[in-house]
């Protein structure tokens, strides 16, 4: 059927029209086709960075995206990594500018400064016996490092297990010694609280009555000063006793400037986080974990405590209340991304330093064992046990 000049004027027009805005409508920039999922970067983030949008997308690929590069021998291109190719990691303490750490070696004995883009610098050997989960395990600053230069370190000895003071290339001072030995629970941990004095977490040597025995120093939160008295300010001015029934401890976090602590205790038949009151009980634990994934060193802030597990190659995140209950659902994440870690440490700027132990246990790679220094983990998920 012929359409009526008029008519055909009409649809000529509209069609025009229909097609300038389907023109303008389909410039879309290309910043959406990312796929989802992109690993975040492990260090601090820039501002962000100009972008320039081409009238044409550019053409696709089918090459895949390349995985990041293995490492080679010791020199790993992993952006997170500070150092590589040590003994297992036992503790770590972050220097006050944050870009350089206090790394201590559990089997070794060895204290080491270490930073990114610069060799080790072996600062002190600290004779230790690793047995029974003994060697160094705890390290930490002077309460006025910036003056002194001085460091805490907590070891096992062949009779003992001590806190002793070390300066750079000078022998160790022992502070206080005949914290009790024994066939286990040998393993402590150290924490400045923020007020001139020196937090001692002690494993109860085997021995659960020690703990509970406020004559012993095992099994306890010690607080001390740097001579190794009692600190002033003690519940019981007479004795370094602020909490008493650990087991075998593997790290001590907090917010010092809130008087909040934390440790990770291995308790035997599970793991469990527990808050710190000082000068009162233990208490129950704020979590626990009964398929025992190795607790080890942990770093808090106030809203988010991280927990190192050794045995389950992870971490754990989880978001503490007022009263040191859990709120919501706590995280397992970086599960297998690096193995086994060890210690871990909040650092003044915010971010997290950690220790691996893959020679001990794990499955290492050539660069191992590391140190890591990037943003507190987010992500995951994770069930109460």
């Given at each position: ?94 220097l006050p500018d944050g870009t350089a750490a206090l790394v201590g ?108 025995d406020p004559q012993s120093l095992a099994g ?166």
């Amino acid at each position: 059927m012929a359409v009526p000049k008029r008519m055909r004027r009409v649809l000529v027009s509209t069609t025009v029209v229909l097609g300038a805005l389907l023109a303008g409508c389909a410039q879309f920039p290309d910043e959406h086709t990312r796929p989802w999922g992109d690993p975040p970067s492990l260090e601090p983030q820039a501002g962000p960075q100009p972008s320039f949008e081409t009238e044409e997308p550019p053409p696709q690929s089918d090459t895949p995206p390349q995985q990041p590069a293995e490492p080679v021998g010791c020199q790993d291109p992993d952006p997170a990594v500070v150092a590589t190719c040590l003994d297992p990691v036992g503790a770590i303490a972050v220097l006050p500018d944050g870009t350089a750490a206090l790394v201590g070696e559990r089997a070794t004995g060895r204290v080491l400064r270490v930073e990114r883009g610069a060799e080790p610098v072996e600062l002190a050997r600290i004779p230790v016996d690793a047995s029974s989960g003994g060697g160094l395990t705890g390290l930490a600053l002077s309460p006025t490092y910036h003056e002194d230069e001085l460091f805490y370190a907590y070891v096992t000895t062949g009779s003992d297990n001590r806190v002793v003071r070390v300066a750079a290339g000078d022998r160790p001072k022992p502070v206080l010694t005949g914290i009790p030995k024994g066939p286990r629970g040998n393993s402590g941990a150290l924490l400045d609280d923020g007020q001139g004095a020196l937090l001692v977490a002690t494993g109860n040597a085997g021995d659960p009555g020690s703990a509970a025995d406020p004559q012993s120093l095992a099994g306890k939160l010690l607080r001390i000063d740097g001579f190794g008295a009692p600190a002033q300010g003690n519940p019981d001015p007479r004795s370094p006793v602020v909490v008493s029934g650990l087991t075998d401890p593997g790290g001590l976090c907090g917010t010092p400037g809130l008087g909040t602590y934390w440790v990770t205790d291995r308790l035997g038949g599970q793991d469990a986080l527990f808050r710190l009151e000082l000068g009162e009980p233990l208490g129950a634990p704020s979590w626990t974990w009964s398929d025992r994934p190795g607790v080890a060193g942990c770093a808090a802030d106030p809203t988010t405590v991280v927990v190192a597990l050794r045995d389950a190659a992870a971490l754990y995140t989880l978001t503490p209340a007022p009263d040191g209950t859990v709120v919501g659902q706590p995280a397992k994440v970086m599960e297998k991304t690096y193995g086994r870690f060890s210690a871990a440490t909040l650092a003044p700027d915010g971010l997290i330093w950690l220790g691996t132990s893959n020679k001990d246990g794990g499955a290492p790679v050539s660069s191992d064992d590391r140190v890591l220094r990037l943003e507190p983990p987010t992500g995951g998920t994770a069930g109460k046990d």
